[in-house]
């Protein structure tokens, strides 16, 4: 008995220590407002991805759009059936305006991801900075909009 409970503590101790699996962190779905478009969320590491969505400038504006953005989560909310994830973010994003438009974007993202089914509905908004438009002076825009990812 005096060599049973060690033994069980440390077997107890190694079982608590040991990592839990990673969740899936591939997920793809639809992104809703200003872009409008597929969305891609490729996770890099526990706190990091990239985020990819192809589609249209809006709803009312059918001109191709396509960005690519470095997501960083610095805080995660931690509820019993939800994680609420709030992301920051940047990256670049092309579009159509009558010739090919080049943006800086910085995102501001807040996600529900559901605990127990591979699901997340997220709302962004971010600040894009047109460098490069035909034509035009530099500047600034808001985007916004909600969206749901699957995820794999």
């Known amino acids: 008995m005096r060599k049973l409970l060690p033994a069980t503590l440390v077997l107890g101790i190694v079982i608590a ?5 990673a969740r899936a962190d591939f997920g793809i779905g639809l992104f809703l407002g200003e872009p409008t ?4 969320k490729v996770g890099l ?8 969505v192809l589609g249209f400038t809006s709803f009312r504006g ?12 610095p805080l995660v909310g931690q509820g019993n059936s939800v994680l609420v994830p ?10 159509d305006a009558g010739d090919i438009a080049v ?6 993202e807040v996600g529900l991801r559901l605990r127990r089914t591979p699901l997340e509905f997220y709302g962004e908004i971010a600040l894009l900075l047109t460098l490069v438009s035909p034509g035009e002076d530099p500047f600034a825009d808001v985007q916004a909009g ?5 995820f794999f």
Do not use: K, N, Q, S
Not at 45 to 52: F, Q, S, V, Y
Not at 103 to 108: E, K, L, N
């Open 146 to 150: 909600v969206g749901f990812r699957v």
């Open 62 to 73: 059918r001109a191709g759009y396509g960005h690519l953005t470095y997501l960083v989560t």
């Open 103 to 108: 943006a800086f974007r910085a995102p501001f």
């Open 45 to 52: 590491g526990p706190r990091t991805g990239l985020d990819i």
């Open 17 to 21: 220590a040991r990592p839990t699996p």
């Open 37 to 40: 478009g597929l969305d891609m």
């Open 86 to 95: 709030l992301r920051l973010g940047v990256g670049a994003a092309v579009y």
